[in-house]
C-alpha cells in the first residue's frame, strides 16, 4: 500500500505541476477514458479469468486508488509531452521510453507488499510487452480524436 500511496501522489504532483498543453476539458476526458479503459480491462483480466490483480482476488475499496487515480496521470503525462510534431524517430524514441517506464514500473508493483500492490495469476510481463504498445496507441488515437488537438 506504501507503493501506490506513493505512486498516486507522486505521478499526481509530476502531471498537474508538468502540464502545458493540455485544457481541462481535456484532462477530464482522458481521466474518464483511461478509468472506462482500465475498469473494462480488469473487470475481465482480474475478476473474470483472475489474469492479475490489485492486493487481493476480490473487489475490494484498496484497489480503487489503482483504478482512478493511478493511471489517469501517466496518460496525461504522457500525451502533455508527446512530441507531436516531431520527426518519427523521436516520436517512435519517446514512445519506446515510456514502455521501458511502464515495465519497470509494472516490476516495481509487483513487490511484495507494503512496497508492492500488484500480483500476477496467469498473466506475465511478456503479455504486458505485447498489451502496453497497443494500450498507448489506443490512447494516442484517443485524444486525437476526440480531443481534436491542433497541430502546433
Known amino acids: 500500500m506504501i507503493g501506490?500511496?506513493?505512486?498516486?501522489?507522486?505521478?499526481?504532483?509530476i502531471a498537474f505541476k508538468t502540464?502545458?498543453?493540455?485544457?481541462?476539458?481535456?484532462?477530464?476526458?482522458?481521466?474518464?477514458?483511461?478509468?472506462?479503459?482500465q475498469a473494462?480491462?480488469?473487470?475481465?483480466i482480474d475478476q473474470k479469468y483472475h489474469g492479475y490483480w490489485y492486493f487481493t482476488r476480490h473487489v475490494d475499496f484498496a484497489a480503487l486508488p489503482t483504478l482512478t487515480m493511478l493511471l489517469p496521470p501517466v496518460n496525461m503525462m504522457f500525451l502533455n509531452w508527446?512530441?507531436?510534431?516531431?520527426?518519427?524517430?523521436?516520436?517512435?524514441?519517446?514512445?519506446?521510453c515510456w514502455l521501458v517506464f511502464m515495465l519497470i514500473y509494472e516490476v516495481i508493483a509487483l513487490l511484495p507488499e507494503p512496497w508492492g500492490y500488484f500480483n500476477y495469476g496467469w498473466w506475465k510481463l511478456e503479455y504486458s510487452?505485447?498489451?502496453?504498445?497497443i494500450l498507448l496507441v489506443i490512447l494516442l488515437n484517443y485524444y486525437k480524436w476526440?480531443?481534436?488537438?491542433?497541430?502546433?
Request: proline share 5%; glycine share 0%.
Open 82 to 96: 508527446y512530441p507531436f510534431n516531431s520527426p518519427l524517430l523521436i516520436r517512435i524514441l519517446y514512445y519506446i
Open 19 to 37: 502540464n502545458k498543453r493540455l485544457t481541462k476539458n481535456q484532462i477530464v476526458h482522458i481521466w474518464s477514458f483511461t478509468i472506462i479503459l
Open 4 to 13: 501506490l500511496i506513493f505512486a498516486v501522489i507522486l505521478f499526481n504532483l
Open 146 to 152: 476526440i480531443c481534436k488537438i491542433e497541430k502546433r
Open 40 to 44: 473494462i480491462a480488469d473487470l475481465y
Open 129 to 133: 510487452i505485447l498489451v502496453d504498445p
